[in-house]
């Protein structure tokens, strides 16, 4: 009878543990994400850096970046990167926490991988701020706010429209649609990469997508100098940040189709990085102006110079070969 006894209990403790190893494994398995994204801390302050990384667990065939948004509590994009990962699916970035990240609060980090998305969060505490510096982020936010809600309204009409056509409608015959690779902020349209528009593409804050395309990487001197100009001259000064948020509207509307292209044509992608080149240098003398008057006095300068180079002087050159050749005949 003791044996019998014993050799249950010992039955049962075996299939305890078999079972046990069994659901550890299945959790475990479990807990590999696709896409994932963390940040170093979940706090920080005015000045701190906040490294972002993450994993791919399955690449894409065609090399793809990863799309990574900062976006405060407001749905304000005060930060936006594109990043190639590496042949092992890991991906890292650095946000320095400031400039356009003036408010306190939760901000929330956005990762996209073709289709694949995912999110985290952080608490941010932003130094005191100015009245003036308060008055336009809270402009700035109201006329986010009546964007966002135009556009809600529209697609909540057009999908209306689009559920009630389809309820008269017999199913289709299935058509098979041309696959084509688009980069993140763009969509297949009739086979075509087009920009997707949404009020996320508006924000301030954003990166320079087509001299990173241009020059391959986030981390290349042309591209931080863009970024330094922006963070350190135009966003500290009135005059520079009324520039960016008009800026921001136009560039945003068409610069992620040129990355893309770009990384479609690398003859394309060259000819975009002659023609950056001689911009980006005449861009550095932005690099003295501190106050907001100097700004002003050089950026105007800037300006005019790079209309010289880019316009006027082609526009000489031609008419001056016209004249040659007029005169020839």
Do not use: W
């Amino acid at each position: 009878m003791k044996m019998n006894i014993s050799g249950f209990l010992a039955f049962a403790l075996l299939s305890i543990s078999i079972l046990s190893f069994g659901l550890t494994g299945a959790v475990n398995a479990q807990s590999v994400l696709p896409l994932s994204v963390e940040t170093d801390s979940l706090s920080y302050v005015t000045g701190n850096s906040i490294a972002i990384s993450g994993f791919i667990k399955t690449l894409s065939q065609f090399e793809q970046p990863v799309t990574v948004m900062v976006v405060s509590s407001d749905g304000n994009i005060v930060n936006i990167q594109q990043i190639l990962p590496d042949s092992s699916g890991n991906y890292s970035t650095a946000v320095r926490a400031g400039g356009t990240m003036n408010s306190s609060g939760e901000y929330e980090v956005r990762a996209q991988y073709g289709a694949q998305k995912i999110t985290t969060t952080f608490s941010f505490t932003a130094s005191e701020a100015s009245n003036d510096s308060v008055a336009v982020a809270e402009e700035a936010v109201a006329e986010a706010a009546a964007a966002a809600a135009a556009a809600a309204a529209e697609a909540a009409a057009v999908e209306a429209a689009v559920e009630a056509a389809l309820e008269f409608t017999p199913e289709p015959e299935p058509v098979v649609e041309q696959v084509v690779n688009c980069g993140p902020g763009t969509e297949s349209v009739n086979g075509i990469c087009q920009v997707v528009q949404t009020q996320e593409s508006e924000e301030k804050g954003g990166g320079c997508l087509i001299a990173t395309a241009a020059y391959g990487s986030e981390m290349a001197p042309q591209v931080q100098l863009l970024r330094e100009i922006r963070d350190n001259q135009l966003m500290n000064t009135e005059s520079g940040t009324a520039f960016m948020s008009g800026f921001n509207e136009l560039y945003y509307s068409f610069s992620p189709t040129i990355a893309d292209m770009q990384r479609e044509s690398p003859v394309f992608k060259e000819i975009v990085k002659a023609g950056l080149t001689p911009m980006i240098s005449t861009l550095s003398i932005m690099e003295n102006a501190n106050s907001e008057s100097e700004v002003l006095g050089l950026g105007l300068s800037v300006i005019a110079l790079n209309l010289g180079m880019y316009i006027a002087a082609p526009a000489l050159i031609g008419m001056k070969v016209h004249q040659q050749i007029k005169s020839r005949k």
